[in-house]
T-cell receptor, first 115, second 111 residues
Framework: DAGVTQSPTHLIKTRGQQVTLRCSPK?????VSWYQQALGQGPQFIFQ???????QRGNFPDRFSGHQFPNYSSELNVNALLLGDSALYLC??????????????FGQGTRLTVV | ELKVEQNPLFLSMQEGKNYTIYCNYS?????LYWYRQDPGKSLESLFV?????AVKQEGRLMASLDTKARLSTLHITAAVHDLSATYFC???????????FGAGTRLTVKP
């Protein structure tokens, strides 16, 4: 089992550009969550996708959008990049349950640097 | 709004010593997680605590949960250098998929 895989591992973009990050969930998982982790801070919830729809969203602007595909993989898109978007972006997968999802497993992350 | 507070934020210990990291949260949630993160790496799940009074141990680490006090502790016994990392606690609420993390405790174990 490959676990949760993310690509690319590192990325450098210029302010104003757009970026797409990708995530493949752990086998058997149907739910994907995205987190932003700024340097020296804890991860912050961006949004979660289930059944190809955004199920819940954290306190992030509309510049952050996502998608989930029928095979449960997911993309995170960020438009009009700002310097403050530089962070480690983590993807986590889980299995959706009524009330409580199962334990989330995290990918290795994508380090995004905006210059 | 759900808040999660960890302390201390920085911890420097000698090998062989014991210490405890504290995690306070503001919800009535009874599901709490502890993760370890090495520099530049992802989050490694350590413990999932599901109910009041839960205690779990793995090697030199032991985690406990007191839902009435809204407090979880991560106790380190006889620390070794390999435990040097940042430790995060995180909380989820029922029917809420927003996992809230504490700011993390950066642990350094010195020989």
């Amino acid at each position: 089992d490959a676990g949760v895989t993310q690509s690319p591992t590192h990325l450098i973009k210029t302010r104003g550009q757009q970026v797409t990050l990708r995530c493949s969930p752990k086998s058997g998982h149907d739910t994907v969550s995205w987190y932003q982790q700024a340097l020296g801070q804890g991860p912050q919830f961006i949004f979660q996708y289930y059944e190809e729809e955004e199920r819940q969203r954290g306190n992030f602007p509309d510049r952050f959008s996502g998608h989930q595909f029928p095979n449960y993989s997911s993309e995170l898109n960020v438009n009009a990049l700002l310097l403050g978007d530089s962070a480690l972006y983590l993807c986590a997968s889980s299995v959706s349950r009524q009330g409580w999802d199962t334990e989330a497993f995290f990918g290795q992350g994508t380090r995004l640097t905006v210059v | 709004e759900l808040k999660v507070e960890q302390n201390p934020l920085f911890l420097s210990m000698q090998e062989g010593k014991n210490y405890t990291i504290y995690c306070n949260y503001s919800t009535t949630s009874d599901r709490l997680y502890w993760y370890r993160q090495d520099p530049g790496k992802s989050l490694e799940s350590l413990f999932v605590l599901l109910s009041n009074g839960a205690v779990k141990q793995e090697g030199r680490l032991m985690a406990s949960l007191d839902t009435k006090a809204r407090l979880s502790t991560l106790h380190i016994t006889a620390a070794v250098h390999d435990l040097s990392a940042t430790y995060f606690c995180a909380v989820t609420e029922y029917n809420n998929n927003d996992m809230r993390f504490g700011a993390g405790t950066r642990l350094t174990v010195k020989p």
